[in-house]
């Protein structure tokens, strides 16, 4: 599965942004899709998730600010990010796996699939 991340740039404290992730070739709709982020000098970050079977994940910083979305007749899954902080900062990942489960979404070495990253920059 080729994953094409897209949506990041520049944006003040307080603003939002609306992140994309699609397929080009398969159907998202028999995937789980997550978010995941890393900051420099830091580890990869679970952000947002779902197995694509009704099990989602969040991450509590980002809690009441973040949500994760589907289109399936768009074969794309959307980060809508508000109230974004300089703590936000960090290049943006969306992974998919065909077999995840709940337990593991959190965890990012259980994702086969992964796009390039996209760069959200929140300036103060």
């Known amino acids: 599965v080729q994953l094409q991340a897209s949506g990041g740039g520049l944006v003040q404290a307080g603003g939002s942004l609306t992140l994309s992730c699609t397929a080009a070739?398969?159907?998202?709709?028999?995937?789980?899709v997550a978010w995941f982020r890393q900051a420099p000098g830091k580890d990869r970050e679970f952000v947002a998730g779902?197995?694509?079977?009704?099990?989602?994940g969040l991450a509590d910083s980002v809690k009441g600010r973040f949500a994760m979305s589907r289109d399936n007749g768009k074969n794309t899954v959307y980060l809508q990010m508000n109230n974004l902080k300089p703590e936000d900062t960090a290049v943006y990942y969306c992974a998919a796996d065909r077999s995840i489960i709940l337990s593991s979404i959190r965890n990012h070495l259980a994702w086969d699939y992964w796009g390039q990253g996209t760069q959200v920059t929140v300036s103060s």
């Open positions: 070739e398969r159907t998202l709709r028999n995937y789980g």
């Open positions: 779902d197995t694509g079977r009704g099990g989602t």
